[in-house]
């Protein structure tokens, strides 16, 4: 299984929405066919086996996707994982609205519609003394 170029997290393009929602299904159910893709996509969204066959295809272009052709049925993979686009997708987002500055990513982030549950703020609160500990 291999991608059509070598795929670092520095260049892959950021993937659209359309993009994360098959990268999702990815990387819930690991390497898969179009057909499976879409039939988990269609637990969602109405979309056409040919429309989610189309966007593995440029997917797989962009170096989003790795494909294994070795069989009929091509098997598609996230070129990169979960972790690693959620890291490429942030520190884009970072720059781009918060000027690089992570307190005002935090800050809008915690106080944001959706407030962060008691168990979210623990977690939170343990990285934060992770990082506190390594600073030491």
């Known amino acids: 299984m291999s991608p059509p170029k070598s795929v670092t997290a520095n260049n892959v393009p950021e993937p659209t929405q359309s993009e994360l929602d098959i990268l999702n299904v990815l990387w819930q159910l690991g390497p898969s066919t179009v057909r499976h893709v879409h039939a988990a996509l269609l637990e969602h969204d109405e ?8 966007m593995l295809q440029i997917m797989y272009q962009k170096g989003l996707v790795m494909r294994d052709d070795s069989e009929r049925a091509h098997v598609y993979k996230p070129a990169l994982s979960r972790n690693q686009t959620q890291r490429q997708i942030l520190t884009k987002l970072l720059h781009r609205v ?3 500055s992570t307190t005002e990513l935090v800050m809008q982030a915690l106080g944001s ?12 609160r343990t990285r934060l003394d992770e990082l506190e500990g390594k600073r030491k």
């Open 113 to 124: 519609a959706q407030p962060a549950s008691l168990s979210e703020i623990n977690k939170i």
């Open 98 to 100: 918060f000027g690089g």
């Open 47 to 54: 979309l056409a086996y040919t429309t989610v066959l189309s």
